[in-house]
């Protein structure tokens, strides 16, 4: 017979019944169909851990994120030439920065053996990232 520190120190009606391994499921999770099973093949194509690309595949993230700011400045810049709300000199110097941008881009491409077409996200049903190229 073995005795247990909870059945000597606390009377009966206090003892808590024993936790279920699992909690039971919420109104809403009860009826909600079961979630796929992983996909192994489909997760192994989004993420690629070899050693050899990771550098490369970083550094194609970097440039899509500067490339998507950098569109978003333009069409900003687009849009407030549109509306007037600009000078001439203003409107000039966002002009050149813009296209120093650009430029710089291209060379950071090339320099990585990328175009700025690489760049662009697929994001399944919702399109690509960046618009198409005019």
Do not use: F, W
């Amino acid at each position: 017979m073995s005795i247990s520190y909870a059945s000597i120190c606390a009377p009966s009606s206090l003892r808590l019944p024993p936790r279920p391994s699992t909690p039971p499921p919420s109104r809403c999770e009860a009826s909600m169909p079961p979630p796929p099973p992983p996909s192994d093949t489909r997760a192994a194509h989004r993420l690629s851990t070899d050693p050899d690309t990771v550098e490369r595949d970083l550094v194609k993230l970097v440039l899509t994120v500067v490339e998507l700011l950098r569109q978003l400045m333009e069409r900003q810049a687009l849009h407030r030439v549109d509306n007037n709300d600009l000078t001439e000199d203003q409107e000039e110097r966002i002009g050149l920065t813009l296209m120093l941008l650009h430029d710089r881009m291209q060379e950071l491409c090339a320099h990585h053996d990328l175009r700025l077409e690489d760049l662009n996200l697929d994001l399944g049903p919702l399109g690509t990232l960046l618009p198409p190229a005019d």
